[in-house]
């Protein structure tokens, strides 16, 4: 081979083991930071740049999950004692910040390097989260040798300290690699409240020294993942229970563990007294009566599965399984459900009965209060909290100490936060992910209700008429993902994405700062990086937006899309509209009666289908 030839292979290997450079022209940060300023100058970052540690050591868990990350996005920067030219330097205060708080942040781009810090090591955490938004998409795909920055400030900290997600891994068991991904995306978005629902009719998910048969029973039911939700064929005799599954107690503590890295808090819900088949199938002893129980398949009605409150045995099992359990998460709230408590077995047991005569229990929702109460001391024995789904408000006003969980909308909220309860918001009118986030016929099949990203960015936890004095009651508030329709965690993510990044804005970014038109832009840039990630993302909604405007003569109709980008164009003929359609560009006015059909292209390609709306 020719010198020249040489050369020129060795040009094209060394510029391919260089990679690219890029220049980031504008960040795009969920959830919106309370301030970020961009200037004129940049920061390159490339293979000469170091990395501090500043009052946090280099195996500290923080500092090796923010240096583990790095290296999985090809930044490799080498250790250095002190701040330097050149540096990216992640600070513990010496002396708080009180306007950071315990999670906010202050990080800074500069031409000379990078400086973040921190009262905590959750707000230098926060930053890091902040600081990987503001590189490539395909950081984890793609190595670049020089990486330009814009040159800014952003000061930083959390609206709301309850930032929850909740995941339903009863109706169908996730496995914990799956776990640990939903947490890496809890982690992406600053969102700190895993409530993990490990407990309900469809399966018993935890593992219980003590009573075993909650595993080798109440874990598992026959496999029906093949019939749709609601029409379920019932268990055939002799057929054998194969669907499910628990985590051992060594899954458990990994996974707790992994979650604690990423500065999560996992919050278990063991579901009490109701929601009890797995219980019941496992040992029949602790119902009201003699009904033959099994682990439910799909959903049932009446839900009659609830543990006898007027046995002692039913209380020891309690005690004993809130004792392991309680032993198991580090965390100070264990969440006992307390909803669906239908109460026709009480209602004729002699034990229940007997039971109100000997307390002086005037109904059966006091019986319930007093069950709760019971729940409620064996946790504060153990250093533990109850939270309890808003039902709870039903069967007697809770003890302040409680805290209650309003998934029943604002009204609830409101009436916990008057009475002086902490209250965490999961309005299913905003937070159920689990309903259709677009158009049904374009679909997968889900919870019949329509939620759209534009929607769910409405959310707000604080009800618009709560008086000033109880806001301090609200704590936040988390999306909730029952998985009655959910058969794999592939299509979790479906459900959850975008729509999870809208509720993590939500419950971090000051209510002032956010900005619907602002997030349309940036969220199409995370559903790039998510799904370059490997994440199954959801495209949105393509239906537009259409809101009118009455005049004299008809009506100013003014037309929206959610997925930024989106084309619609329009005929008010009757006509079938196409691309050669008119494009929709300005408001129009058009006179009552009008049947105004609409076409949405993204991409160059029509989305879902002709839209009418009848003026």
């Known amino acids: 081979m020719k010198r020249w030839h040489i050369l020129f292979v060795f040009a094209l290997l060394l510029m391919a083991a260089c990679g690219d450079n890029i220049e980031m022209s504008e960040y795009s940060i969920i959830p919106e930071p309370v301030y970020l300023v961009q200037k004129g100058r940049t920061f390159t970052l490339s293979s000469s740049t170091k990395l501090c540690f500043e ?189 499910g599954g628990f985590y051992t107690k060594e899954d458990i503590a990994e996974i707790v563990e992994y979650a604690a890295q990423r500065h999560i808090e996992i919050i278990p819900e063991i579901d009490l007294p109701g929601h009890a088949s797995a219980i019941l199938a496992s040992y029949p002893e602790l119902a009201c009566d003699d009904h033959p129980y099994t682990v439910a398949i799909g959903p049932y009605w009446p839900p009659k599965a609830i543990l006898c409150a007027g046995s002692d045995q039913v209380m020891q099992f309690v005690a004993d399984i809130l004792d392991e359990i309680t032993q198991l998460f580090p965390s100070e709230y264990i969440h006992i459900g307390g909803d669906a408590t239908y109460k026709a077995n009480w209602e004729s047991c002699p034990k229940c009965q007997m039971r109100m005569r000997k307390m002086g229990l005037a109904n059966e929702n006091q019986l319930q209060g007093w069950f709760l109460s019971q729940v409620s001391d064996i946790l504060a024995r153990k250093g533990k909290r109850m939270i309890g789904w808003d039902d709870i408000l039903e069967c007697r006003q809770p003890d302040s100490d409680a805290i209650v969980m309003a998934w029943r909308g604002d009204t609830t909220a409101f009436a916990a936060a008057l009475h002086g309860n902490a209250v965490i918001s999961a309005n299913p009118g905003y937070c159920n992910l689990e309903c259709y986030q677009a158009d049904s016929s374009h679909q997968p099949t889900a919870f019949p209700q329509y939620l759209t990203l534009f929607h769910t960015y409405q959310y707000d936890p604080i009800p618009p008429t709560l008086t000033e004095n109880a806001h301090p009651y609200i704590w936040g508030g988390e999306c909730m993902l029952w998985t009655d329709y959910i058969t794999t965690y592939d299509r979790a993510e479906y459900q959850l994405l975008p729509r999870l990044c809208a509720i993590a804005e939500c419950l971090w970014t000051p209510s002032e700062r956010k900005s619907w038109q602002h997030f349309q832009t940036k969220i199409e840039h995370h559903k790039t990086r998510l799904r370059t990630a490997g994440y199954n993302v959801c495209p949105g909604s393509f239906k537009p937006i259409v809101t009118k405007t009455t005049e004299p003569d008809g009506f100013l109709v003014t037309i929206t899309t959610e997925v930024k980008g989106s084309y619609v164009y329009y005929t008010t003929d009757g006509s079938d509209p196409t691309p050669e359609s008119p494009l929709y560009t300005t408001p129009l006015h058009l006179p009552t009666g009008t049947l105004l059909r609409t076409l949405t292209l993204f991409g160059g390609n029509a989305q879902e289908g002709i839209y009418d709306f009848k003026l």
């Open 55 to 243: 009052n946090l050591g280099q195996n500290n868990p923080t500092a090796k999950y923010i240096t583990t990350s790095l290296r999985q996005m090809h930044v490799r920067p080498a250790f250095i004692g002190s701040p330097h030219k050149d540096c990216i330097t992640f600070a513990i205060n010496d002396t708080v910040n009180p306007s950071l708080g315990d999670e906010g942040y202050l990080l800074q781009v500069h031409p000379d390097g990078i400086f973040v810090s921190a009262n905590t090591e959750a707000g230098l955490f926060y930053a890091f989260q902040t600081f990987v938004q503001m590189l490539p998409d395909n950081i984890q795909q793609h190595s670049y040798s020089r990486i330009i920055m814009p040159e800014c400030t952003i000061l930083d900290h959390p609206r709301f300290a309850w930032r929850g997600s909740h995941l339903d891994v009863c109706r169908h068991f996730f496995s914990v690699k799956q776990i640990e991904r939903h947490l890496d995306l809890m982690a992406s978005y600053k969102l700190n409240r895993f409530h993990w629902h490990l407990t309900d009719d469809q399966g018993w998910r935890i593992e219980i020294d003590k009573y075993p048969q909650l595993n080798d029973i109440g874990s598992w039911h026959v496999d029906r993942t093949q019939q749709p939700w609601g029409y379920e064929e019932p268990a055939r005799p002799g057929e054998e229970p194969t669907y």
